[in-house]
C-alpha cells in the first residue's frame, strides 16, 4: 500500500539513503531531523509497504513555502509519486496558510522541471551558477 504522510525520525535511515544516492551534493542527517521538528515546517515521505520511496519537503516562512527537497528513489520514479507528493506538500500548506511557494532546480533537470510545470509552477529568472558539482544555473519556480 502506498501512503504520504509526515516525516518521522525512524524513517531518517531511508531518507538519508536516498538522498546520499540521489544528491551531489547531500543534506545531512541533522538538517532533516532539525526540519522534522520545525513547526512551521513539512516534510513528508511516501510510504510503500514500509519502505520510504521518496520525500520533499519545504520551509515556511512569511507565507511562503520554500521547497527544499523533493526525490524519488530511483527504483519508483514514474509511478505518480513525485506528482502525488508535491500535491500534498500544497495543500498542507495552503491548510497552514501558505499561499505561494517556490522552489529552485539544475536548468538540466528536464524530468522535475515537467513536473513542476505539470503542478502549476511558472519559471521565474535564473540563479547563475548557484549549484556545485557540478557547477549550474538554478531555474527558480513560483507557482500562488
Ligand atoms: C524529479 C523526480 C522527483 C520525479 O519523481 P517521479 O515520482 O518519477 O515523478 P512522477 O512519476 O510524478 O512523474 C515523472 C514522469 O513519470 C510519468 N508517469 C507518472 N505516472 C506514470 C505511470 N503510472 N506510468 C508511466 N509513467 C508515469 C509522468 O508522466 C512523468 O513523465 P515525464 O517525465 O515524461 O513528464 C524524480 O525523478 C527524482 O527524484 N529525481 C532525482 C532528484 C531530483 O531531481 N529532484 C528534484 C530536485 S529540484
Redesign the pocket.
Known amino acids: 500500500m502506498r501512503t504520504i504522510r509526515r516525516m518521522t525520525e525512524s524513517d531518517l535511515d531511508q531518507v538519508c539513503a536516498?538522498e546520499q544516492a540521489?544528491?551531489s551534493d547531500p543534506w545531512s542527517r541533522a538538517s532533516f531531523a532539525k526540519a522534522i521538528t520545525e513547526p512551521t515546517d513539512i516534510y513528508l515521505v511516501c510510504d510503500v509497504n514500509g519502505e520510504i520511496?521518496?520525500y520533499?519537503g519545504l520551509w515556511g516562512v512569511a507565507g511562503e513555502g520554500q521547497?527544499t527537497?523533493?526525490?524519488?528513489?530511483?527504483t519508483?520514479?514514474?509511478?505518480?509519486?513525485?506528482?502525488?507528493?508535491?500535491t500534498r506538500l500544497l495543500a498542507e500548506g495552503r491548510e497552514k496558510d501558505l499561499n505561494a511557494y517556490t522552489?529552485?532546480?539544475?536548468v538540466s533537470?528536464?524530468?522535475?522541471i515537467?513536473?513542476?510545470h505539470?503542478l502549476g509552477f511558472a519559471d521565474a529568472g535564473i540563479r547563475k551558477r548557484f549549484y556545485t558539482h557540478p557547477t549550474e544555473d538554478a531555474l527558480i519556480m513560483w507557482i500562488v
Not at 527537497?69 to 530511483?74: G, L, M, S
Not at 519508483?76 to 508535491?86: C, K, P, T, V
Open positions: 536516498i540521489t544528491f520511496a521518496g520533499c521547497i527537497n523533493v526525490a524519488v528513489k530511483d519508483f520514479r514514474r509511478q505518480g509519486i513525485g506528482e502525488e507528493m508535491l522552489l529552485e532546480v539544475r533537470n528536464e524530468s522535475a515537467r513536473l513542476y505539470r
